[in-house]
């Protein structure tokens, strides 16, 4: 046992170890990138600024004020003659930002050291986001309308997380804004043109690729997302009961290695746009975002645990206000993702992993209404099924609804789908997910979920379950959160131990708790470090029954789960 936690403790400094060192290789900054930490920092400062605590003046403050400054201002005509000569002699210690060695590159060069101003999170994932709070006034281009699993500091007035594309004041004189940013200590890579004074050989080939792409309105990116989860009950099976994406205890896991290549819909709000998605991910996650019938499941994948998924291929059309999704996209419903930047903890809720789809295919039309409300609403073919099930061209409905406080604060989502997931057998689940940010650095999140199937040949079952998270960011590289959550699996019909060999099995009727605690460190803007603890209980409405932990001979757990995401 002592040997086993002390693979998982060097583990993790393993991967701390790797987060920095990456960090390290990092390329310094250019003088160009120092002006632009200097003007964020700047900007940042002057937010902070309470504008009711200046005085302001009166009109006749004002034309007392501009009798005494102008006797001041004739004074100041001979003294700058004066000065003009002195400037010329000390010119060569004051040289401009591009030049090195001038006073002004030495202030720069302090306030480069300063952490990025922004928000911790990226925007990797496509679409607009979970939570309607960050729902964009033009058509939205988005996976997930009512997600936002990672983002709870994002400012409200960003687009949201899903839309690399600026916001509509991005082009003032000058070009630089909060977005040019990355989230994290600093400056990373070259996002920006390889000519912009960086360091052009990380430019190459992936930023020359990039910038092909980019300059045609497409975006492409990736991350790799590696970990290692650890339990106290030394399972034999190797699984960590009916925890399911981190699922191996005390093994390596690759979880992600993702690619995707998105054109965003930005019409403005305002006339004719179209876009599309493409996602493709490798590891052992990808067996959790197939779908059931029809394309990965025609693969014959025949890995235990290493295998590829497609989890969005999708064309976006938008006109004004209206877009419409047609393909296989990623669910609307609930507040976490697949994606795994796009999460704080490494591991996933019950209502994620057991009452939720994940992915559909059909069509879906969101509109932004007001200010206040967008509302979506479409038609797809089931659960996670790419084809038809039974030949019978059964469509279900999915949609929702989404209103967000006028300071964008708050918000509250609700999402519904239903139709048919097999023959004669009805699936009805929805979600709501209500968000608050308390002050500027808490956010709280509030999750309801409940589905219920009619059953069909077999018996009919009901799943419910609520979930409740707290995210604080305690500085630009370091949060913390924490999340509670029961969920009722009221007929044993959803919570089992899925994988090959996996002896969790169940039916586990009864109520299943979980309480998770972690951090998030981001030592620059495409690392991230999640290291997490979690205790797992399960509460059985028959004594006697099957267990949901350590090869069904224990109904609680305890895991300790460290994980490493890297962003390109």
């Known amino acids: 046992m002592r040997t086993r936690w002390l693979v998982a403790a ?7 170890v790797v987060g920095d060192v990456f960090a390290q290789q990092i390329p310094n900054f250019s003088p160009n990138s120092r002006e632009l930490v200097a ?18 003046l009166d009109d006749g403050a004002l034309d007392s ?75 939205p281009v988005a996976a997930n309308a009512f997600q936002d699993g990672a983002d709870p500091f994002r400012e409200e007035e960003e687009l949201p997380r899903s839309l690399d594309a600026a916001p509509a004041d991005a082009a003032y004189d000058g070009g630089v804004m909060a977005s040019d940013f990355a989230a994290g200590c600093d400056l990373a890579g070259c996002d920006m043109d390889c000519g912009a004074g960086c360091d052009t050989r990380s430019c190459k080939p992936i930023g020359r690729l990039r910038s092909f792409f980019k300059g045609r309105g497409i975006e492409v990116g990736g991350w790799i997302d590696q970990g290692v989860s650890v339990v ?52 052992t996650d990808a067996r959790f975002t197939q779908a059931v019938d029809g394309l990965e499941a025609n693969w014959n994948q025949t890995a235990r645990f290493y295998q590829a998924a497609l989890p969005q291929a999708y064309v976006d059309v938008a006109y004004n206000n209206v877009s419409v999704r047609v ?4 669910t609307i419903i ?29 069509a879906l039309a969101t509109i932004d209404w007001n200010r206040h409300w967008s509302f979506s609403a479409g038609v797809h073919r089931g659960w996670d099924q790419f084809d038809d099930t039974d030949g019978l061209d059964s469509l279900g409905f999915l949609g929702g609804a989404t209103w967000k406080s006028c300071d964008r604060r708050k918000s509250v989502a609700f999402a519904i789908t239903s139709g048919e997931q097999g023959p004669g057998d009805t699936w009805l689940m929805y979600s709501v997910v209500g968000k608050a940010k308390i002050g500027k650095k808490l956010t709280g999140v509030l999750q309801y979920d409940y589905g219920n199937s009619s059953g069909g040949a077999a018996a009919s079952a009901e799943w419910y379950g609520l979930s409740q998270s707290f995210l604080y960011q305690i500085s630009r590289c370091w949060s913390a959160g924490a999340r509670v959550e029961w969920f009722r699996d009221n007929d044993g019909s959803r919570v089992t ?24 460190w981001k030592p620059r803007a495409n690392i991230r470090v999640r290291p997490e603890l979690r205790w797992d209980w399960y509460g059985a409405d028959t004594a006697g029954g099957p267990r949901p932990f350590d090869a069904g001979d224990q109904s609680r757990q305890f895991m300790f789960g460290c994980d490493m995401i890297v962003s390109f």
């Open 232 to 283: 106290d009950n030394n399972p034999a099976d190797r699984y960590n009961g009916v925890v399911t994406f981190n699922d191996r205890d005390g093994e390596y896991q690759m979880n992600q290695f993702w690619l995707y290549a998105e054109k965003a819909i930005d019409n403005g709000g305002c006339g004719w746009a179209i876009g599309g998605r493409v996602d493709f991910v490798y590891g």
């Open 327 to 330: 393909g296989h996209f990623y």
């Open 65 to 139: 004020l501009a009798e005494e400054v102008g006797p001041l201002a004739e004074d100041l005509g001979p003294l700058a003659e004066e000065v003009g000569p002195l400037a010329e002699e000390v010119g060569p210690d004051v040289l401009p930002v591009e030049q090195p060695g001038g006073l002004i590159e030495e202030l720069l060069r302090e306030t480069s050291s300063e952490p990025s101003p922004l928000d911790l999170f990226p925007s990797t994932l496509g679409g607009f986001p979970r939570d309607p709070a960050y729902a964009p006034s033009s058509p």
């Open 334 to 362: 609930g507040y976490e993702v697949v994606a795994a930047p796009e999460n704080f903890f490494y591991s996933h809720s019950y209502s994620m992993q057991y009452g939720e789809p994940f992915t559909h295919t059909g």
């Open 39 to 56: 003007r964020a920092a700047f900007f940042d400062m002057i937010d902070d600024i309470e504008m009711d605590a200046i005085p302001r």
């Open 10 to 16: 060097l583990a993790a400094v393993a991967l701390l």
């Open 497 to 520: 131990g899925l994988g090959s060999g996996n002896l969790n099995t169940g039916p586990f009727v009864g109520d299943f708790f979980e309480a998770t605690v972690g951090l998030n």
